[in-house]
């Protein structure tokens, strides 16, 4: 099949896959999303295959509607993981420049973040992303782009996102299994932070929570450069057992209830009003104040909002102690007191919801919703050859150096 303009970002979340299909508008120049699906995947759990055959039966028939609707195969498939085998440090990059001319140039920079990357990691992990943060020339810090500059060491430090081979290969096979070739494997948190938050967000200070069915993905940016990440092993979904667990209804009903129903902050409990609860047995039912949905999720996002501040103090970072704005995305973002809530726990600023950027991408009001966000933001990012290599993705083929050139020499030039 002759290769196409459809660029399909695939975003693999704890419990279902989301997909986004966009494409180039030659009379916009502009890239204009054509579709979107979303389907539950029940052999992912917590972003991670537990049973490759129901995955690629999910894949399959995810991408291909997508195909058919669009009436032309995919050309490029991007792919972005989340699940706790993800992790991020920082590293420091050194490499002396022994020309005569002693002029910088963009295979300098990728061989300075090649030297970032030789440290120890994990036999069983790989690097996923690796993220420029900025570069130092003779001992002058502060550069964020040192290309043309005259100097003898050239320092650079990098952020460094690893993930479980096992994982990452399990997922790659599942997604191969149908036929569909992975053009790059992202860290699914990195576009999409780049998409919702605004440059003046990253530069003052700024954290991200991508609120999934079983795990919440972390970031913190602090002058303009990502200086956190995380993935927490816990999410929404904990909230629907919960209410299945108390209330004694079965979970479909008690996500229903959830969704219809549920605050996460007694000031967003417009009316205490009674509701009627499907029992387990089938037949039965009683009756319940929506106040009691309130005090069986309040209670249990204060403890998911705990974690988050818990692993960030870890590495360093005490949310009440930043100036920090919050912004909250993902499908569990949509619950009425969510970011008031955020607020209050972590110590933010103030808190919002945050949306894919409307100047990046022509879309239909549906695709902008929380759920879409990172399939979208994938698409995006993707569709641009010097993002793509900016955020380090994980692909077979090619090297370091071969992809950090590619990048630099999209990017200036």
């Not at 279902?16 to 502009?30: E, F, L, R, S, Y």
């Not at 993905?217 to 816990?234: K, Q």
């Amino acid at each position: 099949m002759a290769k196409t303009n459809l660029i399909v970002g695939l975003d693999v979340g704890s419990a279902k896959m989301t997909a986004i299909a966009a494409a180039h508008d030659g009379d916009t120049n502009t890239l204009k999303v054509l579709t979107g699906r979303s389907i539950a995947c029940k052999g992912l759990k917590g972003g991670m295959v537990s049973d490759i055959r129901e995955t690629s039966t999910a894949v399959s028939a995810l991408l291909g509607s997508i195909e058919r609707e669009c009436n032309q195969g995919i050309g490029q498939l991007f792919v972005g993981v989340r699940g706790s085998h993800l992790a991020s440090f920082s590293s420091h990059g050194t490499y002396n420049i022994s020309r005569p001319d002693k002029e910088i140039v963009q295979e300098d920079m990728a061989l300075a973040i090649e030297n970032a990357k030789a440290i120890p990691i994990k036999n069983d992990n790989e690097i996923v992303s690796v993220i420029p943060q900025g570069y130092c020339v003779d001992k002058q810090s502060g550069i964020n782009n040192p290309e043309g500059m005259e100097g003898s060491l050239l320092e650079v430090d990098v952020q460094i996102i690893t993930g479980a081979t096992t994982h990452l290969n399990n997922l790659a096979k599942a997604i191969q299994r149908p036929g569909y070739r992975i053009d790059g494997t992202f860290y699914g948190l990195i576009p999409l932070a780049e998409s919702v938050l605004t440059s003046d967000e990253k530069e003052n200070g700024a954290m991200i929570l991508d609120f999934g069915g079983e795990t919440i993905s972390v970031a913190i940016y602090i002058g303009g450069i990502l200086r956190f990440s995380c993935d927490i092993p816990y999410g929404c979904d904990i909230l629907t057992s919960d209410l299945s667990c108390v209330l004694r209804t079965p979970r479909k009903n008690a996500k229903e209830l959830k969704e219809k129903y549920g605050v996460a902050h007694p000031d967003f409990l417009k009316q205490d009003i009674e509701i009627t609860v499907p029992l387990l047995d089938g037949s039965s039912t009683r009756p319940i104040k929506t106040s009691e949905l309130l005090n069986c999720i309040q209670p249990r996002l204060e403890e998911l909002l705990e974690k988050v501040e818990y692993y960030a103090s870890m590495s360093g970072y005490k949310t009440k102690n930043l100036p920090l704005v919050g912004v909250i995305t993902g499908g569990g973002s949509i619950m009425p007191g969510l970011p008031a809530l955020c607020s209050s726990v972590l110590g933010l600023k103030e808190v919002r919801r945050g949306y894919v950027q409307r100047d990046l991408i022509t879309s239909s009001e549906e695709y902008f919703a929380p759920n879409y966000s990172t399939a979208m933001a994938l698409a995006i990012y993707s569709s641009d050859g010097a993002n793509l290599d900016e955020m380090g993705a994980y692909e077979s083929g090619g090297s370091i150096l071969e992809k950090t050139t590619k990048f630099f020499k999209g990017l200036f030039g």
